[in-house]
């Protein structure tokens, strides 16, 4: 198998403060990976891909400084919402590739992050 | 820059009945194409994939997809939908540049009637 989990699946915050998501691994090492934003009704648009050990590369329009990515390890990257607003509310899902597995992205379940 | 089109927000299919989700993607050359399933509470599930070679692939769950070049398609099929087909269905397809970014479509949610 290739199971990718998220904590937390579901988080409410206060304006001004900032959260944390964690995008696990369990049975795999994942070379690669990769932070979406999906909005309701819409398409997964990808934020941001990291590679473990190296900074992550994000994609245009993607605030760096407000969506700090982490990949501490082979099987753990996180995501943390810097000083968030209301428009920050979305879901974010991560995903992992396999070494050598081209192409073949393992998702996560999701964490619906509100903003009040 | 690529792009994916799943013009069809959602659909109603009575069970039993054949489906086919619409896929159309611009690209200068052939990208990877995907489809994807995304069920409440669960991850996005690879259902099959296209890289090269023989234009039909079989997925799991019964599905299949048929890759046309002449029409920059990639429709799903199904012959015989059951109940629990009923989700989410994510079109993508990724440039064979080897950095594995995927586009993806909409999404088409898919109903099932009984």
């Known amino acids: 198998g290739a199971v990718v989990s998220q904590h937390p699946s579901r988080v409410i915050c206060k304006s001004g403060t900032s959260v944390k998501i964690e995008c696990r691994s369990l049975?795999?090492?994942?070379?690669?990976m990769f932070w979406y934003r999906q909005f309701p009704k819409q398409s997964l648009m990808l934020m941001a891909t990291?590679?473990?050990?190296?900074?992550?590369?994000?994609e245009q329009g993607v605030e760096k400084d407000k969506f700090l990515i982490n990949h501490a390890s082979l099987t753990l990257s996180t995501l943390t919402v810097t000083s968030a607003h209301p428009e920050d509310s979305s879901f974010y899902i991560c995903?992992?590739?396999?070494?050598?597995?081209?192409?073949?992205?393992?998702f996560g379940p999701g964490t619906r992050l509100t903003v009040t | 820059a690529q792009s994916v089109t799943q013009p069809d927000i959602h659909i109603t299919v009575s069970e039993g009945a054949s489906l086919e989700l619409r896929c159309n993607y611009s690209?200068?050359?052939?990208?990877?194409l995907f489809w994807y399933v995304q069920s409440p509470g669960q991850g996005l599930q690879l259902l099959l994939k296209?890289?090269?070679?023989?234009?039909l692939v079989q997925g799991i769950k019964g599905f299949e997809a048929e890759f046309k070049r002449s029409q920059s398609s990639f429709n799903l099929r199904k012959p015989s939908v059951h109940w629990s087909d009923a989700a989410e269905y994510f079109c993508?397809?990724?440039?064979?540049?080897?950095?594995?970014?995927?586009?993806f479509g909409t999404g088409t949610r898919l109903l099932v009637s009984p």
């Open positions: 995903s992992a590739s396999k070494r050598g597995v081209s192409y073949e992205q393992y």
């Open positions: 049975d795999f090492q994942a070379t690669t």
């Open positions: 990291s590679n473990e050990g190296s900074k992550a590369t994000y």
């Open positions: 690209y200068g050359a052939t990208p990877y």
């Open positions: 296209y890289f090269s070679g023989d234009t």
């Open positions: 993508a397809v990724g440039a064979p540049t080897g950095f594995q970014k995927l586009v």
